[in-house]
Structure formats: C-alpha cells, structure tokens
C-alpha cells in the first residue's frame, strides 16, 4: 500500500537523495483544509532553494488482461500528472525557489525514484518534463 511505499521512499532518502536531508512536507493540502484539490506526498528540501517533490502511488500489478493494463496506465498517467502539479504548487509557495525536482514511486519500480520534470529557476512556472522516465540522481 501507499504507506508502505512513503515509508520506502523516506528510509532511502538519504542514498536516493543525498542533498535533500530534509522531510518537510508530508500529507499536505494543496488548498490547506481541502483535499479535494489534492494532497501531495512528500516533499524534501537541502534548506537553500532545492525542493524535491515525491509522489507516490500504488498500482496494481496482480491483475491481468485488458482492462487491468488500462488501469494500470491511468495510474502511471495520473501519478506523473500529480506530481507535476503539486510541485508546480510548490514552486509557486516558494518563489525564491531555484530548483524543483519532479519525482514519482511507483512499486512498479521499487528501486528507484524516476524523475518525471522539473521546475528552474526563471521557467516561468513551466516545468520541463521529462518524457523518458529517467531515475532521478
């Protein structure tokens, strides 16, 4: 479940995101006091302007057949759109931001990050995203 996997994410923090020593989100509104506009997983930071945001999302993997990979499309599709919102909302609460990593975990691979965008300093709000699904550094 999706507890189990933030749990993952948090105890390989320190390889996976070596500069980012620091949770400093985790279960936030998006609007504070209404999740209906979504709430984000984690966020880490180094405390200098570097953010990453980390999405998570459990898919299913048991099930077979055609309607079970159209699901599991939607969830890879619905987690990558998350995550770049939610850091585009992070960006945007910390103006003085220079960079945002955009990052999903899926257990679909359990051992990586995979780093689905990102948001520069001086973008403009855009985020370059990421097609390939390159781990995250």
């Not at 890879?76 to 220079?98: F, K, T």
């Amino acid at each position: 479940d999706e507890f189990q996997l933030k749990r993952h994410v948090i105890s390989q923090s320190s390889a996976w995101l070596p500069d980012l020593p620091w949770v400093v989100e985790d279960e936030w509104d998006v609007v504070p006091g209404k999740t209906n506009h979504g709430r984000g997983d984690l966020v880490f930071t180094d405390g200098d302007g570097t953010f990453a945001v980390v999405e998570v999302k459990h898919i299913d993997l048991d099930r077979s057949g055609a309607t079970a990979r159209t699901k599991r499309k939607k969830s890879r599709n619905l987690v990558r759109s998350q995550a770049l919102g939610y850091a585009q909302d992070i960006a945007r609460r910390h103006p003085d931001a220079r960079l945002v990593l955009v990052l999903i975990y899926t257990n679909e691979a359990p051992e990586e990050l995979i780093e689905v965008g990102r948001f520069e300093d001086g973008s403009d709000g855009k985020p370059e995203v990421t097609r390939g699904g390159e781990p995250a550094t």
